[in-house]
């Protein structure tokens, strides 16, 4: 059974940091895409960034320059360090393997100006 465990989420002043982390068991995680994705109140579920097997990561313009996507391929971990944080930047965070139908149950990130 696979499952994808979010923790780091918070509240944050602007121009903070914060960390997620997302724990996958029961799938062969270092050879899959991950990513994280996100969901404001009353909008659209969108794709923050992805990391490939192979360590090449893609940013949303967005979050380039702030948020810096990683993984542990042998802690079956995938990470989001977020920077400069801004105020647009609060939703619900969510871990996914790439073109599957596994998700994480997300964390929820809430950034005050």
């Known amino acids: 059974q696979v499952q994808l465990v979010e923790s780091g989420g918070g509240l944050v002043q602007a121009g903070g940091s914060l960390r997620l982390s997302c724990a996958a068991s029961?799938?062969?995680?270092?050879?899959?895409?991950m990513g994280w994705y996100r969901q404001a109140p009353g909008k659209q579920r969108e794709l923050v960034a992805h990391i490939t097997s192979g360590g090449m990561a893609n940013y949303a313009n967005s979050v380039k320059g702030r948020f810096a996507i990683s993984r542990d391929n042998a802690k079956n971990t995938v990470y989001l360090q977020m920077n400069s944080l801004k105020p647009e930047d609060t939703a619900v965070y969510y871990c996914?393997?790439?073109?599957?139908?596994?998700w994480g149950q997300g964390t929820q990130v809430t950034v005050s100006s």
């Open positions: 029961g799938m062969i995680f270092s050879i899959r895409t």
């Open positions: 996914t393997a790439i073109s599957s139908n596994y």
